[in-house]
């Protein structure tokens, strides 16, 4: 079965500039942000994002508090994908026997739950039993 990814993430510096330049260049949509002072355009805290769709994927544009591709907290660019599954536990067990080590970090309260894990190349990508905000039924 198909699995289309449904969310990408990408590490910034300044997640609220970023998202500016994705909104105005290809009409992106914000869904919403976290940890950005409005008053502070410049400013851009450890943690703190910007979500947004293109209308099928669900797109989040963030500064990192953690290093979860071991490049360093100041890494910029493509940092994970994120794909909708059947079973999260079932998937979790399989991804585990193949020998895909979790990524471990903290889930914020009242944010989507999804887990992560390095695939080859050192690849990141989340599993999770739900759409993410914005994006197409998988």
Not at 3 to 26: C, G, M, V
Not at 31 to 59: C, M
């Amino acid at each position: 079965k198909l699995r289309p990814i449904r969310h990408l993430a990408i590490a910034s510096d300044n997640p609220a500039k970023a998202a500016e330049f994705y909104k105005t260049n290809f009409g992106w949509m914000e869904l919403k942000r976290f940890g950005l002072d409005p008053d502070k355009p410049d400013e851009a805290p450890r943690p703190s994002g910007v979500f947004l769709s293109d209308g099928t994927l669900n797109i989040a544009i963030l500064k990192f508090a953690d290093d979860q591709l071991l490049k360093g907290v100041d890494y910029t660019g493509l940092h994970h994908f994120g794909v909708v599954v059947e079973d999260v536990n079932e998937w979790m067990d399989l991804l585990m026997k193949q020998g895909c080590p979790r990524v471990p970090y903290e889930i914020p309260p009242g944010t989507h739950a999804e887990f992560k894990f390095r695939g080859p190349d050192g690849v990141v990508f989340d599993i999770t039993g739900h759409q993410w905000d914005g994006s197409e039924p998988a």
